[in-house]
């Protein structure tokens, strides 16, 4: 980066660093540490609870993302709005009710606590794993592309932030959180923009909306039908999104203390409501914007030559490795491709739409497909990480954006993971205060809110140490971090929904059964890694939550004896 870019980088962190401090304020007891005091407004908590989820992971991995395989991962989100409405309706109104500190207290009132620790030590499993990994990600890319080192890198994205999560807890998340989303709407707008703009003279935004369109990669809606069967290992499809994507935000949003702890400070109900429901509204759209950054960066490198690799790193080992020769053929064969793209590609503002060219440059974009496939070959036969996804956009960036304009996006990788991970911490933090040491430890209130810090702390330092831990593990571990939450939700939802739905069901039954379907979905997802079965990962957590609801029913009326009537 240039001189300007890393004063723009440094101002930027400092900036929000300063404005948390600042903010978090009064933030003195358990109270005002986990829960600002319940005093939020509707769209302090829809900022919040949109920061939370939107980690670097999504800024970088989703524009690449639609690069490659087109916009259909935005049906992800499609079951979102109808998961906030049943939220709104039947988890909200009891935390609001209850004034709970975390969605797991709720479960020792209606069932006992083994229901209640054993739920809470699920979320704390994988929110603990996962943020650690949220840390890793953007690490990782960032190393690489930067030549930085990735345990220096990992110290700085985790380190930085415990200065204002553990100064300031929620309040202080909440508001930088703010400030966070706004910078970072400006900065990918601007990377939109001069996109755009430096396409040839003469092609705008709907050229290359056209190209990218006519070059498939607006697949908003898939069925995932293949040859008149339906393919259960598809991820992204219209089914998928719908009903695995509305029991993973049902879960996520209703049960994860990451996103329960952001509505529990708003200052009554309809605040909360209005928050979750302006979120459900807001996400997609959202998230549609950000995948079609991709595809205007696809479009983008129709027009002028992309890289043969977008992770520079891996290309230059491969040039000192034995793999050089057959490096520098495809490397050649691709120029020649490029060539001719650019060739196809003069007619098209003479021509306009034009099938028969769009035919030509669909069949050299199947050519440019198959020499990345070799490319990805040598490079894993070389040791390395055969996925360059993540790269895309952040290649864009260093490649062709103006200076400081770079050490905003950077700063936008720095925001957005600070966002979502101080959020995690800090529920990470009030679930272990509230729903373990508060319960086995001690009862008493003096101490918490220095106990609220000390835990905060660890669980930033455990964090930064499950990043360390995988550092020499492959760049694909960003879409782990969905996968991890699949594992688990899906069996945390169950409880919660034979708590609301399941009346007549007591605490023996739904452990238990809880249990037993943790065991069933791990198992699950160990089978389809083996290639035993074939199914999407956001159907684990439709069959979790079901698995858990019915088998609790059955063991509560089989196994413990008694009567029960569902309402």
Not at 7 to 35: C, N, P, Q
Request: with cysteine; hydrophobic share 50%.
């Amino acid at each position: 980066m240039r001189p300007f870019d890393w004063i723009v980088l440094a101002g930027t962190l400092v900036l929000i660093i300063l404005y948390g401090v600042y903010k978090s304020r009064g933030s003195k007891d358990l109270e005002g540490y986990f829960l600002s005091n319940r005093s939020m407004p509707w769209y302090i908590i829809l900022l919040s609870i949109m920061g939370t989820q939107a980690s670097a992971v999504t800024f970088l991995a989703a524009p690449g993302q639609a690069y490659t395989d087109g916009m259909r991962f935005v049906q992800y989100y499609f079951g979102l709005p109808l998961a906030a409405i049943v939220i709104c309706i039947s988890f909200a109104p009891v935390f609001s009710r209850l004034k709970v500190y975390t969605a797991y207290e709720y479960l020792e009132n209606r069932f006992d606590a083994k229901t209640r620790t054993f739920t809470s030590l699920l979320f704390l499993l994988q929110r603990g794993l996962s943020t650690g990994i949220s840390i890793f990600a953007p690490s990782l890319i960032l190393s690489v592309l930067f030549g930085w080192n990735i345990y220096l890198t990992n110290l700085l994205m985790g380190g930085l932030l415990i200065i204002y999560t553990v100064t300031g807890g929620a309040r202080s998340v909440a508001y930088t959180q703010q400030l966070q989303f706004f910078i970072i709407m400006l900065a990918l707008f601007l990377a939109g923009y001069y996109m755009v703009s430096q396409l040839p003279e003469g092609i705008g935004f709907t050229d290359a909306l056209t190209v990218g369109g006519k070059l498939g990669r607006l697949n908003v809606i898939t069925t995932g039908f293949e040859d008149g069967s339906f393919d259960w290992g598809d991820r992204y499809n219209i089914f998928s999104g719908i009903i695995g994507g509305f029991f993973l935000a049902l879960s996520y949003f209703g049960t994860d203390q990451s996103q329960v702890g952001r509505y529990l400070t708003a200052k009554n109900l309809k605040e909360s409501r209005t928050g979750l429901l302006m979120n459900g509204i807001v996400k997609v759209p959202m998230q549609f914007l950000i995948l079609l950054l991709g595809v205007l960066v696809f479009a983008f490198y129709q027009f002028h030559k992309a890289p043969v690799f977008f992770n520079q790193y891996e290309i230059t080992r491969l040039e000192k490795s034995q793999h050089k020769d057959q490096l520098d053929v495809l490397q050649q064969q691709l120029s020649a491709i490029d060539e001719k793209k650019l060739s196809v590609l003069s007619n098209y503002t003479k021509e306009g739409n034009n099938d028969e060219m769009f035919a030509q440059l669909s069949q050299l974009q199947d050519s440019v497909h198959m020499i990345r496939t070799g490319i990805r070959q040598l490079v894993k036969e070389n040791g390395g990480s055969d996925n360059d996804t993540n790269y895309i956009f952040l290649r864009f960036v260093i490649d062709y954006l103006p200076e400081g304009l770079v050490g905003l996006i950077i700063a936008v990788i720095f925001l957005a993971s600070w966002g979502s991970i101080a959020a995690a911490v800090n529920s990470l933090a009030s679930s272990t205060v509230i729903d373990i040491h508060k319960k086995y430890f001690t009862r008493a209130t003096r101490g918490d809110y220095s106990y609220s810090r000390i835990y905060t702390v660890v669980w930033s330092l455990f964090c930064i140490g499950v990043a360390m831990f995988v550092s020499n593990w492959s760049s694909s571990l960003i879409e782990v971090v969905n996968i991890l939450g699949s594992l688990f939700y899906g069996t945390i939802l169950g409880v919660f929904l034979v708590a609301f739905y399941g009346k007549k069901v007591k605490g023996n039954a739904v452990f238990a059964a809880a249990v037993i379907t943790e065991i069933v979905i791990i198992a699950l997802f160990i089978l389809n890694e083996y290639d035993a079965i074939s199914l999407g990962f956001l159907w684990l957590n439709m069959i979790g939550a079901l698995m858990v609801y019915l088998l609790a029913i059955i063991l509560q009326i089989t196994v413990y004896n008694r009567r029960s009537l569902v309402r």
